[in-house]
C-alpha cells in the first residue's frame, strides 16, 4: 500500500477500535489526521540513519507508527502497559502489513525489559511522562550514541526548567529543539537530548 493508503486504514482502525478502548479523544477523522498523525510527523527530521527506536507509552501508536510507515527500514518497539491497546497495536500492525515492528505490553520502567537496555538508537515518547520522568526512564535504554526525544505541548520551557537539575545528573544535555504549530493551531516542540558527543546517526 502506498503510504496515504496506509494512513487512510491506520484512521479507520483507530475510529474503530475507539468504539471500545479509548486510543484517541477524538472521533474526527480530520483532526486524528493534525493531532496525531500531522504532530507524529514533527519528530522525522530528527531520525537520520537509525536502525533502533523504542516508542514508551505508545498509546494509540503515535509517534511509533507513522515513523515506521515513513521510515520502513527502521526496527521499530512500541511499549505500552495496558493490554487492551497492546492488542490494538498487534491488530494494526498486522492489517497494515508492517515488519520488523513489535508492541510489548509492560511498563516501560520494569525489569520486564531490563534485556533491551542500552539497545536502541533512538528512545522516543509522546507527551506520556513529565519531561523529568521521561528522561530517566529513557536513560537505561540509551547507549552512547542514542538520542532521546521529548514531544511536549505548550509547558514545555516550565517542563525543562524541572529537568535541568536531572540533566547534569544523567550526563544528558538539550542538543535540539524545534517548536512548530499544527494546522490546527495548537503549538507543539520537540526535544533533542544526547547522552555522549553526537554520533553518525543524524
Known amino acids: 500500500m502506498k503510504k ?15 468504539k471500545s478502548i479509548s486510543l484517541t479523544a477524538t472521533d474526527c477523522i480530520d483532526e486524528i489526521k493534525i493531532k496525531h498523525i500531522e504532530d507524529s510527523k514533527a519528530v ?15 498509546g494509540g501508536g503515535f509517534p511509533g507508527i507513522p515513523i515506521k510507515i515513513e521510515f520502513p527500514q527502521i526496527k521499530v518497539t512500541l511499549v505500552d502497559s495496558k493490554r487492551r491497546k497492546i492488542n490494538f497495536l498487534k491488530q494494526a500492525i498486522h492489517e497494515l502489513s508492517l515488519k520488523d515492528i513489535d508492541a510489548r505490553q509492560g511498563r516501560a520502567e520494569d525489569p520486564v525489559f531490563q534485556k533491551e537496555i542500552g539497545t536502541y538508537d533512538i528512545i522516543i515518547s509522546r507527551a506520556t ?12 535504554y540509551m547507549h552512547k550514541n542514542s538520542k532521546c526525544i521529548a514531544m511536549k505541548g505548550p509547558r514545555w520551557e516550565e517542563e ?43
Open 4 to 18: 496515504e493508503e496506509l494512513y487512510n486504514k491506520y484512521c479507520d482502525l483507530i475510529l474503530k477500535w475507539n
Open 44 to 58: 522525522l527530521p530528527f531520525i537520520g540513519m537509525a536502525k533502533t527506536l523504542v516508542d514508551l507509552g505508545s
Open 129 to 140: 511522562w513529565s519531561l523529568s520522568e521521561f528522561l530517566q526512564i529513557a536513560k537505561s
Open 160 to 202: 525543562l526548567k524541572q529537568a535541568e537539575p536531572l540533566l547534569k545528573k544523567l550526563d544528558l544535555s538539550l542538543i535540539k529543539k524545534n517548536s512548530y504549530n499544527l494546522s490546527s493551531g495548537e503549538q507543539r516542540i520537540v526535544l533533542v537530548f544526547e547522552s555522549s558527543t553526537l554520533g553518525d546517526l543524524f
